[in-house]
């Protein structure tokens, strides 16, 4: 069973450019999460889609980031414009249902982005 | 938010000794899990605890919840350099959807 696919692996931009993550969920999961990683810190909820609907995104800055799941499978997420403080790794995570606490979130390898 | 705290930050031993890592909360959660996460690569969930006071094994890991579901441990026996890794505690409720990580403890074990 292939797992969740993210692209590009890394980016390197200059702030107040923009920059999209692209994220491909397994096959058959309705729930597809991004999480933005700060060195040295846990994972950070940044929304969270229930098929091609929002579930959570209070914690996404939405000044500037934006995200969308079209026909409920593929995802991107947008950054416009970066700031250096959105300097992270963009984690990608699917899981078949949407209940955390009972079942597996499956995460992709991230997205290393760097603001210079 | 619920915080999770984890303790140590950061842990270096050698091959066959034994560690413990703490995640502690002040807030009650309906389940705990414990990933770990390599240089490079996403957090990959190793159990779920559910009930108050449950322990797993898997191999030489040991987790454990807090008889009031706010804190979580896990042991490795005679580590081994293939556990090195960020280890992550992650909570859930069930009146949430998200799931609360904790900063991490980074392990490494040497030869």
């Known amino acids: 069973e292939a797992g969740v696919a993210q692209s590009p692996r890394y980016k390197i931009i200059e702030k107040r450019q923009s920059v999209a993550f692209w994220c491909n969920p397994i096959?058959?999961?309705?729930?597809l999460y991004w999480y933005q990683q700060i060195l040295g810190q846990g994972p950070k909820l940044l929304i969270q889609?229930?098929?091609?609907?929002?579930?959570?995104d209070s914690q996404l800055p939405k000044d500037r980031f934006s995200a969308e799941r079209l026909k409920g499978v593929d995802s991107t997420l947008k950054i416009q414009p970066a700031k250096l403080e959105d300097s992270a790794v963009y984690l990608c995570a699917s899981s078949l249902l949407g209940t955390p606490y009972q079942e597996t979130q499956y995460f992709g390898p991230g997205t290393r982005l760097l603001v210079l | 938010t619920q915080l999770l705290e984890q303790s140590p930050q950061f842990l270096s031993i050698q091959e066959g000794e034994n560690l413990t890592v703490y995640c502690n909360s002040s807030?009650?959660?309906?389940?705990l899990q414990w990933y770990r996460q390599e240089p490079g690569e996403g957090p990959v969930l190793l159990v779920t605890v559910v009930t108050g006071g449950e322990v797993k094994k898997l191999k030489r890991l040991t987790f454990q919840f807090g008889d009031a579901r706010k804190d979580s441990s896990l042991h490795i026996t005679a580590a081994q350099p293939g556990d090195t890794g960020l280890y992550l505690c992650a909570g859930a409720s069930d009146s949430g959807y998200a799931l609360n990580f904790g900063k991490g403890t980074s392990l490494l074990v040497t030869p």
């Open positions: 096959s058959g999961h309705a729930t």
């Open positions: 889609f229930q098929n091609n609907g929002v579930v959570d």
């Open positions: 807030s009650v959660f309906s389940s």
